[in-house]
């Protein structure tokens, strides 16, 4: 069949677009069955011409390949008999059935000279009950290379027709269409009504209007139809060498079509997705930006309520610093000892503890308020979908893996940002600067109860000093008042210091543990920024790509025509 210089030069320029079509869906990671549909493209250029014979289980299917044939070479019945799609080709056993590799596919030979160079499919209806059937009618649709569309004059062209018939058209497949069962109509008007209204769906459909063809497959069996004998005419004249060249030549062709096509509209998809995740991505830097002032701000009210702490200690320490600084207290003013413990009790009170608990609110709040944040950017990234274009392809894959990754990343980085953690790291920050601040400290410093006792190590410090140089012998009149305003002064220096110092060094390890969680974000986000960047460079080399293979497959398309 094919043996012209002109045919072998199409055919080799057809095999060699095919192939690298395929290569081309397999390294886009194109879903499999677009790859599987472009290698049977391929295989399809070495196999028979295929006639499909499609419709309906009770338009009579099985009567029609009969009567095509001439022999009883398939079962009939008013139940569906097909139940697995049959390839119907010459051979000199009748009725041998060979196995294919699809188990749901039969290769049945018949002595037949009208089957030479021709494979007759006969299909299960498009209605089938066993879904299977239709699957199988669907999946076997790409690789014809002429289809016999056949509907019923009684009922014809239903809504699954129509359907079927819209893949067709979809897959760019030759259509003829047979009203079988002609019989039944009586009149001429009657034939002619049906005509018009299988012609109007099909062009409703198709766009164009395929040959119709009303015939009785049961009226050719039993001696003679004249619709039979015009259909038979025809399909001699589509199936003649020149005609079934340029349609065995065009069928992959029209896969390829639809197959680059679809390509096209999942990049396209994958396009606009990526479009869309990058500007998701840069609104989600500016809502970091403002979950950063957010919590910075909360950090204002926190050290407020730190100060009015220190505030109810110096209210404390000033009355204490009253009372015993006088004449009436001097036995108690030599015993240094029972001093500082009346200092602790009365001025320093339960101030390690309130401390401990407000430092404990102010972790508790950080940490809190970045776990909110984290689930909801990962909320947000995880019902990110991509649109059904994309389905099932590797760049859908691979982009919900790295939208798992960074929720999963969050998750690691908030269970590791515990109070504990950040307390230990607020601690060992702040001790040097703390020890700088007020002067003379020893010991180690601690959050909460530690700088608690830090600040009664700090003013019984200054306070043991005033006392210290107090007698017996050195009481004075104005040696005990003059005393009594220096603690006064020196106890407000050396709380506001302590103050400014808290404060100081507080909101500087907020501010560098805020800057780690931010570090921690981008890079549980980095990945797929680099991923969008990627596939932003990989989508533009294949539109280029797909550009060149529809511009040679055009020009195929336009040779393969002329043929005919």
Known sequence: MLVTARVQDLLSRERALLSDLQAFLETQGAPPEAVEYARGAVRSLDESFLLVVVGEFNAGKSS??????????LPEGVTPTTDRIYVLVHGETPG????????????????????????????????????????LTEGFLPRADLVLFLTSADRPFTESERQFLALAA????????????????????????????????????????????????????????????????ALQAR??????????????????????????????????????????????????????????????????????????????ADRFIDDKLRFSNLRGLINSRELEDAFRR??????????????G???????????????????????????????????????????????????????????QELARQLSRDAEDALKGAVGGLAGGIGIGAGIGALVGASALDFTGGILAGLTLGSLGLFVLPNKRLQAHRQLRQK?????????????????????????????????????????????????????????????????VKALG
Do not use: C
């Open 64 to 73: 029609f390949v009969n009567a095509l044939l001439g022999a009883a070479v």
């Open 239 to 316: 199936l003649s060498e020149t005609e079934r060249t340029r349609l065995k030549l065009q069928s992959p062709l029209s896969t390829a079509a639809e197959i680059l096509s679809g390509e096209e509209t999942r990049a396209e998809a994958a396009r606009k997705t990526l479009t869309e995740d990058l500007a998701i991505l840069r609104d989600l830097e500016g809502q970091r930006e403002r979950h950063r002032g957010t919590m910075l701000g909360e950090l204002d009210g926190q050290l407020n309520r730190l100060g009015r702490l220190l505030g109810e200690f110096e209210v404390r």
């Open 346 to 359: 009365e001025a320093v009170a339960d101030l390690p503890e309130a401390l401990d608990r407000q430092f």
């Open 170 to 233: 979809r897959w760019g497949r030759s259509v003829v269409l047979v009203v079988n069962k002609a019989d039944l109509l009586e009149t001429q008007a009657q034939r002619e009504q049906v005509r018009q209204f299988v012609e109007a769906g099909a062009r409703g459909v198709l766009g164009l209007t395929p040959p119709v063809f009303l015939i009785s497959a049961r009226a050719e069996q039993r001696g003679g139809d004249e619709g039979f004998r015009a259909l038979r005419d």
């Open 96 to 135: 041998q059935m060979e196995p294919t590799r699809d188990p749901f596919v039969s290769r049945l030979t018949y002595p037949l000279p009208s089957l030479e160079g021709v494979a007759l499919v006969d299909t299960p209806g498009t209605n089938a009950i066993i879904r299977q059937h239709q699957a």
């Open 495 to 559: 709380v506001e210091g302590l103050r400014e110092a808290l404060g100081q060094i507080i909101r500087r390890e907020y501010e560098r543990e805020q800057e780690r969680a931010d570090a921690r974000l981008r890079d549980a986000i980095s990945p797929y920024t680099r991923f969008t960047a990627q596939e932003q460079t990989r989508l533009e080399t294949a539109r280029t790509r797909a550009a060149e293979l529809r511009a040679r497959l055009e020009t195929l398309q336009t040779e």
């Open 361 to 419: 609110t102010m972790i508790d709040r950080f940490v809190e308020a970045n776990l909110h944040f984290w689930e909801d950017v990962q909320a947000f990234l995880i019902r990110r979908q991509p649109s059904s274009e994309v389905a099932r392809t590797r760049f859908s894959y691979d982009r919900g893996a790295l939208l798992e990754g960074i929720a999963g990343s969050a998750r690691q980085h908030l269970e590791t940002t515990t109070e």
